[in-house]
């Protein structure tokens, strides 16, 4: 979602909001005259709303793309109701999740025995990912437990995750490991 | 949660125990001050004292692993000194019904114990029930088995002097928490608690809860503004997950996945939850709507009524069978596993006992790891003692998206569903989670459709319609979730109309209403607040229903008026015959005419002060850790949780009372790090702030070891060992347990070894394979450890020419 904040409201907003920011140092505790500048540095970029990755408050979070879709900022969004622009150390600092050099940019496969990761790609590994589930699945399936009990369940793959999946993917996640008939199925809300 | 962030700020007295809110729930820290602010008393309960201690009106420190001695002496000085709202107790908890009378509890143990299996048979502690079915009721409270009354007894016991001897707190400390807070029993005042980690992560984490929520029924805190039981969870989407079923236990939607006992749909839905009293709404006798209508998004048109829906194509658990955490990581330790899913997370490092989980990893002939940052899991083979060479191990890592890359929505901890939108193009060749869970799920049922294999119906069956114009769309997913009306087309406006005829068709019964024929619910901004209470009611979306604080009915008198004037969360209006406020714990009138029950997700429909459901116990009652530093339980004669499962063997070890590893430790969170550091450690601004794993310590202690501030140390469990930078700080002190000093350190879990290369290790090197009996959440907050001075390295010679 796109949206407009001027700097009129930007400037109550973020006045209002210094006091209540625990930590300080990375919220809006900004003079007046950074604040133009940071309105500046912002200028005809696109603004996106989004929700925290962190912790389970879900602060709002804008992030302002610039015209060629790079992440150049990202702020807490003065309109949300529960940060009121306010961000912690975390939030304040996920603008380097996007640009960081860091990042995950290519699928690895590591070989047995192997000492290094190889680059690969999707269309390889998905594919060998697919054979190795069907084999684990069909090697392990029991439609009976040692009771005779019908059980139809696959005993040899086992998942963990994810709370950090969107509620939309993890709820395709569950439909996925259940319908290969995992039951070992957790995630980091067991821990 | 059953309320909600901004709804702190409602409260008259806040206790926050078993979490340190300032530091790890930050922002949320705003609507605590909101509520101190106008003249609201914060609570601080801790073995440390920590920023959030420094804005406590009552700071008191506790042993770790105490909490409920702790809280069974504020049961009891509620009790003593008719603090109660007597008038809650007697209409929305249990505190009037009778008990077995088979009914018994004696040092330590409830009836029903049976040693040789480490087990109860609960039966004894079941209420009694009329000819018609319905509980029997005694009103006045008197009968020496009512609930009430066998509460007064189980916590007659918990005295001062007693609780003080358990937790190491003084007695006045103990008193000046249990007056403040017992001033909310009043009608007119709202008390609540924030809790996390530090109440789950014991052998009685359950128990830490449900001696709170006992609290709060007798003060009548629950379903008002400003009060609840409150967790404050640690991921941005843990609620969520949990709500779509990703555990072992449940479907989506708290629907109980199926055992083996159960062989057809008509079994299962035998077990559905009943209550013959006409004044309990037991909402779960709904549950088979729900059970049909998700299999119907399972299976689609391949799911009828002749095939049960497709029930038999689910896998079913053994009896009794529990593929929890903990025994997954056992399992896997013993072989059993040939494939493996680590899907945005790290169990190299977040599992209890991380080396027993790593050695797990090397059993397996594959791994899945997808991540947005490299970590210790999927790189398992290159880390400490690992020989590549020796480790068969295939591993596939795959880079997903980051959140502000992709479109879905979170749930927060107070149930707000709410949208993101993507604002830039993930790195390189990276994707959404979905769209690699979409084009892999493609391939495996391609595979089927061509070779043979056991039992393929469910993959061939599975309905799986999720592109537009030849992409993965998120969208499609959400509506799914929602629910469709299977006659019209329609997406259905909320979970009343769901059948179990198969004519309609809902992912989670829960989040029904979030994505209608009206929009996209979540993705709501507008800030309107008819009740002034910070509602939000057209802010992004909150399960169930768009009800922003459950069992609200609970807040009303009988005629359905506000117990509290100056909060009235609810109203109902007899002329119009309808409930002005936030949207009704079920739409039915007030008490006092024909109306129900407020707790109706109970089958009984009140507030369960006795709680017969858990397996330790229909009373929480104090035992000590796995590991402690006392050799005798101060209270009973039962050391620890009576019906906890003990791992035995391998690289399981646990001592107690051991002089060899003497002091009480924890671990804990920072405010610049998340969990095992993942989304953290690799981010310049945040690793420069906290750039390595400490250990805190008391002045005391650091005296005793010869231990300076700054001084590198090695901390060390049965299970293994970390080095750390010491902190010694006042933040600690010994406490006096029994007349005895005891020490207690602590220690972040954000590190590893990838990276920053001298940030330290995983402090869950440390801690115990050992869970509530309940949940199998780990013990990570109170285990055993010995600190020790480690001596200077000797410098680096210089580099050979």
Redesign the interface.
Same mark, same amino acid.
């Given at each position: 979602m796109s949206m407009k904040i001027t700097r009129r409201t930007f400037l109550k907003i973020s006045g209002a909001t210094a006091a209540g920011t625990v930590m300080g140092g990375l919220g809006f505790d900004l003079s007046p005259a950074e604040v133009y500048a940071q309105e500046l540095r912002i200028k005809g970029a696109k603004a996106t709303t989004t929700i925290c990755c962190y912790c389970s408050v879900g602060c709002g979070i804008i992030v302002h793309t610039d015209a060629n879709g790079k992440v150049i900022n990202a702020e807490g969004d003065p309109d949300h109701p529960i940060n009121e622009g306010a961000l912690c150390p975390k939030g304040g600092s996920s603008f380097q999740i996007a640009v960081n050099p860091n990042r995950l940019q290519k699928v690895l496969y590591r070989a047995p025995s192997s000492a290094a990761w190889k680059e690969v790609s999707w269309e390889w590994a998905l594919n060998k990912i697919a054979a190795n589930i069907k084999k684990s699945r069909d090697k392990s399936f029991i439609e009976k437990n040692a009771k005779g009990q019908i059980v139809n369940r696959t005993n040899g793959i086992a998942s963990v995750g994810s709370a950090a999946l969107d509620n939309e993917e993890c709820w395709l996640y569950q439909k996925f490991l259940r319908a290969l008939g995992l039951v070992y199925i957790e995630h980091q809300a067991r821990i | 949660m059953t309320n909600h962030? +901004?709804d702190f700020r409602n409260a008259d007295v806040i206790l926050n125990m078993g979490s340190n809110v300032?530091e +790890?729930?930050? *922002?949320?820290?705003?609507w605590i001050?909101a509520a101190k602010d106008k003249g609201a008393i914060f609570i601080h309960v801790d073995p440390r004292f920590t920023?959030t201690s420094t804005k406590a009106d009552i700071f008191v420190r506790l042993r770790s692993g105490t909490d409920i001695a702790f809280l069974g002496g504020m049961i009891k000085y509620i009790l003593d000194n008719n603090l109660y709202d007597e008038f809650y107790v007697k209409n929305y908890t249990n505190a009037s019904f009778i008990v077995n009378p088979k009914y018994g509890f004696d040092d330590g143990l409830f009836s029903g114990y049976d040693p040789t299996k480490r087990a109860y048979d609960a039966s004894t502690w079941a209420l009694e029930k009329d000819e018609q079915g319905v509980p029997k009721r005694e009103m006045s409270l008197q009968d020496p088995r009512c609930v009430f009354q066998i509460l007064k007894r189980h916590y007659s016991r918990y005295t001062f002097q007693k609780v003080s001897e358990i937790t190491g707190t003084p007695m006045a400390d103990l008193e000046k928490v249990y007056k403040a807070y017992g001033t909310t029993g009043a009608p007119d005042k709202a008390g609540t608690v924030l809790y996390a980690m530090g109440w789950t992560q014991h052998t009685v984490g359950v128990q830490n809860i449900r001696a709170m929520s006992i609290i709060q029924s007798l003060l009548g805190n629950m379903g008002i503004a400003g009060g609840g039981v409150n967790a404050?969870?640690?991921?941005?989407? *843990?609620?969520?997950?949990?709500?779509?079923?990703?555990?072992?236990h449940i479907?989506?939607g708290y629907l109980p +996945?199926p055992q083996?006992?159960l062989?057809t749909l008509a079994d299962y839905n035998k077990t559905t939850p009943a209550s013959k009293d006409p004044r309990s709404i037991n909402w779960w006798k709904n549950r088979p709507k729900y059970v049909a209508s998700f299999l119907k998004? &399972?299976f689609g048109d391949k799911a009828t009524k002749e095939n049960e829906f497709g029930y038999?194509? #689910?896998?079913? @658990?053994?009896t009794g069978?529990d593929?929890? %955490?903990l025994n997954?990581f056992d !399992?896997?330790y013993k072989g059993?596993?040939?494939?493996?899913?680590?899907?945005? &997370?790290n169990?190299a490092c977040?599992?209890?006992n991380a080396g027993k989980a790593r050695q797990a990893l090397t059993k397996l002939?594959?791994m899945?790891n997808? +991540? *947005?940052?490299?970590n210790e899991t999927?790189s398992f083979?290159?880390g400490p003692g690992m020989d590549?060479?020796?480790?068969?191990?295939?591993?596939?890592?795959?880079?997903?998206a980051?959140?502000?890359?992709? !479109?879905?929505?979170?749930?927060?901890?107070?149930r %707000? &569903?709410?949208?993101?939108?993507?604002?830039?193009?993930p790195?390189? *060749?990276?994707? =959404?989670?979905?769209d690699i869970?979409?084009?892999?799920?493609k391939? $495996?049922r391609? @595979?089927?459709e061509k070779?043979k294999?056991?039992?393929s119906e =469910?993959?061939l069956n599975?309905k799986w319609d999720?592109e537009t114009n030849g992409h993965f769309d998120?969208h499609k $997913?959400?509506k !799914?979730?929602n629910g469709y009306d299977l006659t019209t087309g329609k997406l259905l406006p909320n979970f009343v109309p769901l059948k179990d005829d198969g004519t309609t068709s809902c992912?989670?019964w829960l989040?029904s209403g979030s994505y209608t024929e009206a929009g996209n619910m979540a993705?709501r901004?507008k800030?309107t607040d008819p009740t002034g209470l910070?509602l939000?009611p057209e802010?992004s979306w909150c399960w169930p229903l768009n009800r922003r604080i459950i069992y609200n009915r609970a807040s009303v008198d009988l005629d359905g008026n506000p117990r509290d004037p100056m909060r009235p969360l609810l109203k109902w209006d007899g002329a119009e015959k309808k409930w002005i406020g936030d949207v009704p714990d079920n739409a039915v009138p007030p008490m006092g005419t024909t109306g129900a029950y407020p707790f109706i997700m109970k089958p009984d429909g009140v507030a369960s002060i006795l709680g017969p459901g858990l397996k330790d116990g229909p009373f929480p009652e104090h035992y000590e850790p796995l590991e402690c530093p006392i050799e005798k339980n101060l209270i009973s004669s039962q050391r620890i949780n009576p019906v906890i499962k003990v791992f035995e063997g391998g690289l399981d070890t646990f001592l107690t009372c051991d002089p060899r590893f003497p002091f009480v430790c924890s671990t804990y969170r920072v405010?610049?790090? %998340?969990?095992t550091g993942v989304?953290?450690r690799?981010?310049?601004?945040?690793i420069e702030?906290e750039p390595q794993i400490f250990c805190e310590m008391s002045l005391e202690l650091g005296k005793l070891r010869e231990i300076k501030n700054g001084d590198r140390v090695i901390v060390a469990s049965p299970r293994g060992k970390v080095e750390a930078v010491a902190i010694v700080t006042s933040r600690l002190k010994p406490f006096n347990i029994a007349g005895q000093a005891v020490h207690q350190v602590g220690l972040p879990w954000h590190f590893g070894w990838l990276?920053p290369k001298d940030g330290g290790e995983s402090a869950n090197l440390l801690t115990p394979t050992i869970g509530d009996p309940n949940? #199998?959440? =780990?013990e990570?907050k109170a285990f055993m450890v010995n600190v020790s001075k480690l001596a200077k390295r000797p410098a680096k010679k210089p580099a050979k020419s």
């Open positions: - | 962030y +901004n300032a +790890n729930h930050p *922002v949320s820290f705003k001050q920023r404050l969870r640690g991921e941005s989407n *843990v609620q969520g997950s949990t709500d779509a079923g990703l555990l072992f479907w989506p +996945n083996a006992q062989a998004t &399972m038999a194509w #689910m896998p079913k @658990l053994d069978q593929a929890s %955490w997954l !399992e896997m059993s596993f040939t494939g493996f899913f680590a899907w945005g &997370m169990p977040s599992s209890a002939d594959w899945v997808v +991540n *947005v940052f490299d999927g083979w290159k590549p060479k020796k480790i068969k191990t295939e591993v596939f890592q795959l880079p997903c980051a959140f502000l890359e992709k !479109e879905g929505s979170i749930s927060n901890s107070g %707000w &569903m709410q949208w993101r939108y993507k604002a830039a193009n790195p390189g *060749v990276a994707k =959404p989670d979905g869970i979409h084009e892999l799920f391939k $495996v391609a @595979l089927y070779g294999g056991p039992f =469910p993959i599975l999720y998120i $997913v959400a !799914e979730i992912g989670n989040y993705a901004r800030k910070g939000y802010w405010t610049e790090h %998340w969990q989304l953290t690799w981010l310049p601004w945040l702030a990276h949940t #199998m959440i =780990p990570s």
